[in-house]
Antibody
C-alpha cells in the first residue's frame, strides 16, 4: 500500500532553516511527483510547490520563491522540502502528498503523509 | 491567483440526512485537454487531508458512494447523500488548472 512517512516535529528560531523529509513506499517513486502543502494553526491549506521524482523538475509557489527548495533522493525514495529564513508565520504543519502528472503538471494529490509540525519561535 | 470560494463555511447535519457544499472558482477550471481540475478533500479531526473526489466527479479508491461531485466551469458541488458520523471534518475544494494551486477556505461539517 502507498505510504508517505514524514520526519518528526521541529522547533526553529527565526532566520533558521528547516528540512522536512518524506519517505515513500508501496509504489514506483519515479513515476510520480511529490507536492508539499502547509497548514498554519487553525487555518486552511496552502500549496507550496511540487517536484517531479522522475527528473527533479520543480514548481514553487511564487510567495515562497527564493526560500524553498524541494529535492528528491531516488535511491531511498525520499523527498525533501527545505525552507530558509524562517519567520513566525511559517509555523505550520507541513504535508507531503503523492502527485499525479497530467498535461505537463502534477495536479492530483492522492496519498498524503502524516504531517510535520514546524514551530518557529524565538 | 484563482480564488476558490466555498459555501457554507460550516454545517450541522443529522445522521442520515443529506449535505451539500458549494465551491465556486474565479476562473474556469476546464483545461484544453478536456479535463476539469477540481478536487475535493476531507480533513478529519487530527488527520491529514484525504482525497475524496478528483476531476469534479470521480470518487477516489475506497470512497463510499454516498459522496458525489458535480459541476462544470466555475461552479461545483459536493454532495453527501446520507451523512454518517465518520464524515465529520473539514471539506476543501482545490483547483490545479493554474499555478499556484489554491484551496477553498474549508467547510466544517459537524453532526447534530
Amino acid at each position: 500500500q502507498v505510504q508517505l512517512v514524514q520526519s518528526g516535529a521541529e522547533v526553529k528560531k527565526p532566520g533558521a532553516s528547516v528540512k522536512v523529509s518524506c519517505k515513500a513506499s508501496g509504489y514506483t517513486f519515479t513515476s510520480y511527483g511529490i507536492s508539499w502543502v502547509r497548514q498554519a494553526p487553525g487555518q486552511g491549506l496552502e500549496w507550496m510547490g511540487w517536484i517531479s521524482a522522475y527528473n527533479g523538475n520543480t514548481n514553487y509557489a511564487q510567495k515562497l520563491q527564493g526560500r524553498v527548495t524541494m529535492t528528491t533522493d531516488t535511491s531511498t525514495s525520499t523527498a525533501y522540502m527545505e525552507l530558509r529564513s524562517l519567520r513566525s508565520d511559517d509555523t505550520a504543519v507541513y504535508y507531503c502528498a503523492r502527485a499525479n502528472r497530467q498535461s505537463g503538471s502534477y495536479r492530483r494529490f492522492d496519498y498524503w503523509g502524516q504531517g510535520t509540525l514546524v514551530t518557529v519561535s524565538s | 491567483d484563482i480564488v476558490m470560494t466555498q459555501t457554507p463555511l460550516s454545517l450541522s447535519v443529522t445522521p442520515g440526512q443529506p449535505a451539500s457544499i458549494s465551491c465556486k472558482s474565479s476562473q474556469s477550471l476546464l483545461h484544453s485537454d478536456g479535463k476539469t481540475y477540481l478536487y475535493w478533500y476531507l480533513q478529519k479531526p487530527g488527520q491529514s487531508p484525504q482525497l475524496l473526489i478528483y476531476e469534479v466527479s470521480n470518487r477516489f479508491s475506497g470512497v463510499p458512494d454516498r459522496f458525489s461531485g458535480s459541476g462544470s466551469g466555475t461552479d461545483f458541488t459536493l454532495k453527501i447523500s446520507r451523512v454518517e458520523a465518520e464524515d465529520v471534518g473539514v471539506y476543501y475544494c482545490m483547483q490545479s488548472i493554474q499555478l499556484p494551486y489554491t484551496f477553498g477556505q474549508g467547510t466544517k461539517l459537524e453532526i447534530k
